[in-house]
């Protein structure tokens, strides 16, 4: 099967070319080509390509076929590809239900975890401190680099897909709004899907869990671990369905709006590309400058797992390696154990400067414009709610969904986004492992506890 699939590769490429030559061909000479005629030229590299993704099994590849069968798709049959968004939002539907067993069972099993909380309390404010801080400056990028790129703005909407999508938002006081961040009813806020409720909840209920006698505590941690367990496995069935819904997302688009949706939403993946590499040499690297970090050694250390994290847009596969060379790198296990998993939940620079970016893609391909004090607000919105996602691929979908309904956005342009956002997840995904990584090295090197050069990494 390896053998076929090697023979595959270049057959794609070349059946590709040759549908692109003969398309440009047919575009600028006189040459007159039948539609039938281009339409098996497309198809032709694109069952290749599906061969090939046969032959290797893996996720990514398959969802890199969704996409581009999406496309061509959409483009051939938008008839039937415009009654493909149900199948889209039912991924959404099933995304949600990670999201409150996982917050919960996290968080819990974070701040619990520790017996001795005067031990871990140092460690505690000077991680969500540096988390807060770092997180902050990426939304800020992020806003910036959406306001400069302009990506979405101009874009001619069908008014089919704009009739009753704005969803009925009354404007709130202040007070309101600080009311709203705590739960009355736990039960309604899962129902709700109410994130910033259930963070604030699994926060009180891990400290409750940790201040408790080892007899009761010991039971809750346990059923909290086996939780957490469950539901990563929870979302590993729900991916097998992303193909699905990526396929039918891009199809239900292109045929909608045609091919020039696609201009849009690659000018927002270029956009999140260069902000994330902004983020890592304007705020990264500078960091490891000042706090004297062998920048070689990092760099190899955290190769490995962010490598992982690109792959598989996860970063709960990369979390164990990255554990392990973070110690081999200097940093010690009680740092590590402590951070890291924290950092999952509180520290995701890469998921944060998404959402900054595409929370004003949405309104600017809505055609809604957004006050300069209402992106502030959305941000400081996007700083609390984005919190508490770890390890779940895609939950930034539902976070999304939550700001657009928050701030009277139509929901649509967020479905899609959805087409491009296993491109976009590989790299804010990439981000979220080099950042919490880093984070480790900064409160050991805070400690004064960070043992250089003994980082024998392969």
Known sequence: MR?????LLPLFFLSLTLAVAIHLVNHYTGLQVPDGVLIVLRWIPLVFYFMYAAGKKKLTTWIFVSMLMGVEFG???????????????????????????LIFATLVTGIAGHANLKQVGRMGWKSLLYFEIVSTIALFIGLAAINISGAGIGVVIPEAMTQGTLPVVQSQTWQQVVLHIFPENIAKSIAEGQVLQIVVFSILFGIAVAMVKEEYRAPMLRFTGSLTAVMFKFTNIIMLFAPFAVFSAIAYSVGHMGLNVLVNLFELLATLYVALLVFMLGVLLPIMLVMKIPIRKFIKAVAEPATIAFATTSSE????????????????????????????????????LYLAMASIFVANMAGIHLSFETQIVMMLTLMLTSKGVAAVPRASLVILLGTAASFGLPTWPIFIILGIDELMDMARTAINVIGNCLATVVVAKWEGEFKEGISNID
């Open 317 to 352: 596969s990369a979390l164990p390696r990255a554990m392990e060379n973070m110690e081999q790198f200097g940093v010690p296990r009680k740092i590590v154990s402590f951070v890291m998993p924290t950092g999952y939940s509180f520290n995701l620079d890469g998921t944060t």
């Open 75 to 101: 483009y051939d049959v938008p008839l039937v590809a415009k009654e493909l968004n149900l199948v889209s939002q039912i991924f959404i539907h099933l995304v949600k239900t990670i999201i409150a067993p």
């Open 3 to 7: 053998k076929i699939s090697s023979h």
